[in-house]
């Protein structure tokens, strides 16, 4: 099963800053027959399901504001938020599907400075 | 609008078994493959199992396979997860999700409880 790694666990970054979230999987899930990077973002807020945020490692879902962003390719990957806001609070998790069984960072809990 | 709506879960004393279902609407089901993920309280997301348009292809983590079962009914636009030999470690949220590139969009989640 390929491993997915986030870091940090919970960084408290302040209102209007920066946050980043790092995610390396313990293989490689870029396709090379397309160019493409087999990975999603997901926020998850309690008491709601997980929202996709990013896929294709760089790619917004409709309706996800650009303040959210994803880079990375091969095997290391970031979800960066500019100027965080307070309904950015939330967990946040990376996943990979390049193969089953489809696999999960442990999550990242972003909170407020 | 494209809506989830997955029920049937409680509370199932070890060894037992539930069936969960994933209500579909706002869009034509039977064109995509529908998952199953879960959330123990206070873990992360695990993935369970995957479904193509036509049933006839299942895919299950280890965790499950030999226990649980995905299945769909089109005619129905519903999505199911029968769960038999309920562990202790299967307590979990369990949230269905549509594959469009991946995973999205996810039901609200049903609470499965196994406990004596």
């Known amino acids: 099963d390929i491993v997915m790694t986030q870091s940090p666990d919970s960084p408290a970054v302040s209102l209007g800053e920066r946050a980043t979230i790092n995610c390396k999987s313990s293989?490689?899930?870029?396709?090379?027959?397309?160019?493409?990077?087999?990975l999603a973002w997901y926020q998850h807020k309690p008491g709601q399901p997980p929202k996709l945020l990013i896929y294709w490692a760089s790619t917004r879902e409709s309706g996800v504001p650009d303040r959210f962003s994803g880079s990375g390719s091969g095997t290391d990957f970031t979800l960066t938020i500019t100027s965080l806001q307070a309904d950015d609070v939330a967990v946040y998790y990376c996943q990979q599907y390049y193969a089953t069984p489809y696999t999960f960072g442990q999550g990242t809990k972003l909170e407020i400075k | 609008e494209v809506q989830l709506v997955e029920s049937g879960g409680g509370l199932v004393q070890p060894g037992g078994s539930l069936r969960l279902s994933c209500a579909a609407s706002?869009?034509?089901?039977?064109?995509?493959?529908m998952h199953w993920v879960r959330q123990a309280p206070g873990k992360g997301l695990v993935w369970v199992s995957r479904?193509?348009?036509?049933?006839?292809?299942?895919i299950y983590a280890d965790s499950v396979k030999g226990r649980f079962t995905i299945s769909r009914d089109n005619a129905k636009n519903t999505l199911y997860l029968q769960m038999n030999s309920l562990r202790a470690e299967d307590t979990a949220v369990y949230y269905c999700a549509r594959e469009g590139v991946t995973l999205g969009p996810w039901g609200q989640g049903t609470l499965v409880t196994v406990s004596s």
């Open positions: 706002g869009f034509t089901f039977s064109r995509y493959w």
């Open positions: 293989q490689t899930i870029l396709n090379s027959s397309n160019n493409k990077n087999y």
């Open positions: 479904i193509n348009t036509d049933g006839r292809s299942t």
